[in-house]
C-alpha cells in the first residue's frame, strides 16, 4: 500500500523558512497532481498550495509569495519551501494527492519567538 510521508517540519522563528518535503513509498506513484494542506491549532485544515501536470503552480492568498511548491519525479518527492515564517504559519501540514485521496501523517510546523 502507497504511503505519503511528511518530514521537514519544527520549531523555526518570525521571518524563518523551513523546507517540507512529502515522499511517497513506491516508485511508480503518480506525483503529478499533488497538493499541500495545512490545520493550525483549533481550526479546520486548509489548503495550502497545489501543483498540476506541467508544473502548473497555485496558492492560497495568505501564503503566495512566501511558499513555493515543487516536485522530482524521479525521487517521487513534492516539497514545500516556506520563507518568512510567521506565528500564523504554526499548523500541521499535510501533503496529499487529489487524484486518490491519499494522505501523509503530518509534520508540525511551530513559528515561535
Known amino acids: 500500500q502507497v504511503q505519503l510521508a511528511e518530514s521537514g517540519g519544527g520549531l523555526v522563528q518570525p521571518g524563518g523558512s523551513l523546507r517540507l518535503s512529502c515522499a511517497a513509498s513506491?516508485?511508480?506513484?503518480?506525483?503529478?497532481?499533488m497538493a499541500w494542506y495545512r490545520q493550525p491549532p483549533g481550526r479546520e485544515r486548509e489548503w495550502v498550495a497545489a501543483?498540476?501536470?506541467?508544473?502548473?503552480?497555485k496558492y492560497a492568498d495568505h501564503v503566495k509569495g512566501r511558499f513555493t511548491i515543487s516536485r522530482n519525479n524521479a525521487r517521487k518527492m513534492v516539497y514545500l519551501q516556506m520563507t518568512n515564517l510567521q506565528p500564523d504559519d504554526t499548523a500541521v501540514y499535510y501533503c496529499?494527492?487529489?487524484?486518490?485521496?491519499?494522505w501523509g501523517q503530518g509534520t508540525q510546523v511551530t513559528v515561535s519567538s
Open positions: 496529499n494527492n487529489p487524484r486518490t485521496g491519499l
Open positions: 513506491a516508485s511508480g506513484y503518480d506525483i503529478s497532481a
Open positions: 501543483i498540476q501536470g506541467g508544473g502548473i503552480t
